[in-house]
């Protein structure tokens, strides 16, 4: 019902930048909360940021100042601007969406597909 389209991981070297977009389609009546995710190898799927429709933001600490996450609620869209990029960002990045569809009333979380990150040191 609901599909989330990741881009814009790739290669980059220690202190550059990268921008991820997430585009959400599908039977939307409303999103909640959009956000971005990451996991490592070997490591859990934590927190990277997360954006409420009215514009409140969560950031990990250990991103806090670097990282940026916006969103367009007209275009269902979440972007993560990503600076002074550090080896141990290196992680395969998830977009998450907290959808309502139409006719439900319960919200329910979708996931991207990933997209990759390398930062080289």
């Known amino acids: 019902q609901v599909q989330l389209v990741e881009s814009g991981g790739g290669l980059v070297q220690a202190g550059g930048s990268l921008r991820l977009s997430c585009a959400a389609s599908?039977?939307?009546?409303?999103?909640?909360?959009m956000g971005w995710y990451r996991q490592a190898p070997g490591q859990l799927r934590e927190l990277v940021a997360r954006i409420t429709s009215g514009g409140p933001t969560v950031y990990a600490d250990s991103v806090q100042g670097r990282f940026s996450i916006s969103r367009d609620n007209a275009k269902n869209t979440v972007n993560l601007q990503m600076n002074s990029l550090k080896p141990e960002d290196t992680a395969v990045y998830y977009c998450?969406?907290?959808?309502?569809?139409?006719?439900?009333?319960?919200?329910?979380?979708?996931w991207g597909q990933g997209t990759r990150v390398t930062v080289s040191s």
């Open positions: 599908g039977s939307i009546f409303r999103i909640n909360t």
């Open positions: 998450y969406a907290g959808v309502l569809t139409y006719g439900s009333s319960t919200p329910v979380g979708y």
